[in-house]
């Protein structure tokens, strides 16, 4: 009777055991699953950041589209974002050709020394969840006309699976989207764009304002 039972011990483990093996697979799968590189280089040139300045006799604002970058987003595990987004110094724009002038040349921007702006992402903060968004304090390195400073913004990530095709309008393209949004000041003193010059016309402080989709596509 002893020898039955242990066969029937024996019999149903090694049943259980590649069940077991397989649902460990899976859940090492997801646990340590990569995270999604999203390309912020649109096709579509919708992409913008919108800076505005408001001095005390003149208030100028404007967009720029030149942006691209990569940002490592897994929806599982947000905390670890790491990305790098990218601006064409160029592309900036006010709607007035004379001030545009003056803001790409060599005593404002000076954009064909410094021909990109870059934000690098190192860290997350205070990570949490608001309806669809996921929002958290982004600490980076923000480098303009060849200086680094380091802040901190808030930021919300949106994750939009299978959405890729619906934002080109080509059901055919599959893939997910995220979207970054952020707002934050900068002040320019501390990037030498003519510190503490012309302060009645150009403010001291720039408001910067980024609405970002990032690209996925799968095969």
């Not at 996921?134 to 060849?146: E, P, R």
Request: aromatic share 6%.
């Amino acid at each position: 009777m002893v020898g039955v039972m242990s066969s029937y011990i024996s019999l149903a483990s090694a049943v259980r055991l590649p069940a077991a093996l397989a649902a460990f697979a899976c859940f090492a799968a997801v646990s340590y699953a990569a995270p999604t590189a999203f390309d912020f280089k649109d096709p579509k040139g919708v992409n913008a950041i919108q800076f505005k300045l408001d001095a005390p006799l003149e208030a100028i604002s404007g967009t720029a589209n030149g942006v691209s970058g990569t940002v490592s987003f897994d929806p599982a595990a947000p905390a670890a974002t790491t990305g790098r987004i990218v601006l064409e110094t160029k592309s900036l724009t006010t709607g007035n050709p004379v001030m545009q002038e003056h803001l790409h040349g060599a005593k404002w921007l000076d954009v064909a020394q410094f021909p990109t702006i870059v934000f690098e992402a190192t860290q997350l903060a205070n990570v949490r969840t608001q309806g669809a968004q996921i929002l958290a304090d982004l600490t980076g390195k923000l480098t303009v006309k060849g200086i680094t400073k380091e802040l901190t913004v808030p930021v919300s990530f949106t994750y939009l699976a299978d959405k890729l095709g619906a934002r080109v309008n080509d059901p055919k393209i599959k893939g997910d989207l995220l979207v970054v949004r952020t707002r934050f000041e900068i002040n320019r003193s501390e990037f030498n764009i003519m510190a503490g010059q012309a302060t009645d016309k150009v403010a001291e402080t720039i408001e910067l304002s980024l609405a970002l989709a990032g690209a996925a596509p799968r095969n």
